[in-house]
Structures are given as C-alpha cells and as structure tokens.
C-alpha cells in the first residue's frame, strides 16, 4: 500500500506538481501531458502526410509535357547559338570569350554543364528552369511554413509549381526567371529572420543570374529598416551581396574571360533595353510603345509619341510607391511581423515593374509568386494574386501564342486594380490590433504556464509572445 503524506493526499516521496503514474492530475496542475503536448497532436493531426507531393508532383510533370516541344524565337535567336558554341568550345574553356552571349556568366554555366546530359539540345535547355521551378516552390513552402503548420507549406509550393506564369516560363519559353527569384525569396526570407548576411549573399547571386533581382532591393531595404539591423550587420549584408555576384565571376576569370568583358554585360543590356523576349521563330522584342516592351503596366496607356519626361515620371513614381509602403509599414508596432513584411514585398513586387519604364511582359515574375505566397497566408490576398496571374498571362499571350485575348491596355488596368489590392489587403491588416512583443524564433520564456490560446480577427496568441497566422 501507498504511504500518503497526511492532509496533502500527496505519495511519500512524490515531488510537488508530478502527477503519480496511473493517478489523476495534480490538484491546480496542469494537465497531463500540459499544453506542448497538445498542441504538438494537434499539429500532428494537421500536418499532411509526404505522400501527399506524390499526386502534386504527378500533375506539375504531366501539365510540363504539352510545352516540352515549344521552340520560343528567344531560343531560336539566343539560348540555342549559345548552347552550340559552348558545345563547340569546350563547355566550360568557351567562358574564356564571352562576348558570344549578353548574358551573365552564371546562366553560361549552367548551359556548360547540362551539354554534357545525354539528352536533346530543347531538353537540357528547359531542364535548367524546370529544376529552379521545383527549388522556388521548395522556397516558397519555406515562406509559408513560419508559423503556419499543418498545409500552408504544401499548398504553397504546389500553387507556386502550378501557376501557369511559372509552368509556361520555364517548360514552354525556356526562361530562367525561376532561378533569380527562387534565389531573391531565399534571401528576403531570410532577412525576414534576421540574417542579414546570408540574405545578401543569396541576393547578390539572384543579381548575378538576372539584373531584375534588383527589384527585390527596396523590399530587402524595408525589412532591414524594420527590424533596426545594425549599421555593422547592414554592412556585412552589403559585403556579402558584393561577394557572392563576384564569386560567380571566378570560373570565368579562371578560363581567361576579360574582366572588362564581364562589367560590360549588365550595362550593354541596360542601355540595349534588356534581353528581348521573343514569339515562335521571332526573334528579339517589339514595344508596343516607347516606354514598355510589352509589359502590362501604366505606360500602356500612352500614347506611342509621348514625350520623354515620363521615363523620368516612371522613377519618381517607383520611389514615391516605396516611401509610401514604409510610411504604413515601418511606424507600426507589427512592422516587423512577418505577414506584414510579406504583403508590404508583394505590393512592391507590383509596384516596382508597373512604373519602370522600358519593362519586358516577364519582369512580373517575380510578383507572380510573391503574391502567391503572400494568399498562403492572407486569404484576402488570393484575387490579388489572380490579377496578376491573368496580366502576366496576357502579356506572354503574343509572344508565345500569337493572340492577345486581352489588350494590353486592359491587362495594366488589371495590374492596376491588383496593385490597389495589395495596398488595400496590408492596409487592413496594419488596422489591426497590435500582437505584443515577439520572441525570435526557437526562444522560450520562463514563467508559469500561459491560459489557453486566444483568436482574435485572424491572430494567434501563444506563450512568449504572439506572431500573426
């Protein structure tokens, strides 16, 4: 029999708050198992079994394989001469004079490496975007994991492999946007993280693959000013960004290619207007108006004899947008919450191309995804996110398929109204009630057990601190 200690009905030897094995719960305890253990069946319990990518991955493949056979006049113009010289030169030894592409070397690489795939010339070619398509969706699960178990990672990849922006990019044009912006997502979620060095270097690759990542800077720029990074990780930031574009210099350096070669390519596209997008058999872009290659945006309104003074409008708009997003963002208590700095990177990834002159119909790419990502987590989001889709389908629409179901006119009016949204959906959610104060990811505080978790319009409160769903 069980000696007691008397008046407490507490076993001798017991120690105070410990529930004896088989015995009911302490008396003002906390339950068996307390609330980790709850929490962790629940999420258990929401938490999609890995068989579940087996019938997404079945669906990305087989919507992939119509578009295999496309031959896009970029291809014909650019990416294939490229792939027959490099076959030619030596594969990686052809780096040594790079003046046969306009590209930067990295993508090169890229070509050097799968001309060794025993495979046609088409495949290889689209296989590098295809394989980017996979590691963006892998990066924008990542995105929507923060805080948001159960299916938001699934949903998000398998949306973001979906989209049909993505699939027709990559497996039908062969365009390796999907390469920058995985790279470009990676780095501001990690700045989102506070780690700032490891953002930049990943940003200074996404550069050294495709100049458009630099659209990323003012939403990268917005975080840090969010976050009140110090000056010494800023700079250490700004170092790595430097460092990891340059890194992808040395193969070519190492087979002999000029450095002034290398220094001149981004600038010959700034000032040739960029890597033109091309339709079957046709090579190269024709604007549709002075100021935009056909890009869904606000220049799609003007008329084709417009004086210059708006290009120069173009870039006050951009830098008013961005002072305009970071007076909402950064005077908020929840500046640094991670669904705000989201929807405010997803209102800028409109915003940005939508105002730039001289934008190609694929410089959206990059807010193709982002506002994706950013419905994950907002559901307000998601006709966003439809609207930029369906603009972006429209631009690619003469190109790829020689029809324009939408005047371009009408797809920026669409874009428009998408970005107007954005702006609506983090204005919203800024009206909300502040969360408290965070805690960094992994951190615990000391103290007594917290009550039960509260909702309150769409945020979580938990132990240690509060962070948005």
Known sequence: MTVRDAGSGRAEGARPGVRPRGGPAPEGGPPAGGRTTVVAVRRSRLRPAWWWTLPVIAVAVGVRIPFLPEISGDYTAFVSRWYDWIASHGHLAALRDPTFANYNP????????????????????????????????????????????????LVAAAVVLLLPTVVVNGAGWGQCDSIYASCTIAALLLAVRRRPVWAGLLFGIAVAFKLQAVFAAPMLLLVVLAHRERIRSVAGAAGAAVAGFVALWVPALLAGAPLSVLLAVYPNQVTGGGVGGGGRGVGGAVASAPYTYNAPNFYQWLPAGAPTVWTWSGYLLVVLSVIAVAALVLPHPDRSATDVLLLAAAALAVAVPFFLPSMHERYFFLADVLTVVAAVRNRWMWPVAAAVQLASLAAYAPFLWHTTPIPLAAAAAVEAAALAGSLVVLGLRLRLPPTGRRVPDGARTAGPAPEAPARTAGVAVAAGGTEPV
């Open 106 to 153: 990295p993508y090169l690489y890229l070509l050097a490496l799968v001309g060794y795939l025993p495979v046609p010339k088409l495949l290889a070619v689209k296989s590098i975007s295809i394989v980017f398509d996979v590691v963006l969706a892998l990066v924008a699960s990542r995105f929507a994991a923060r805080r948001s178990p159960g299916w938001a990672p």
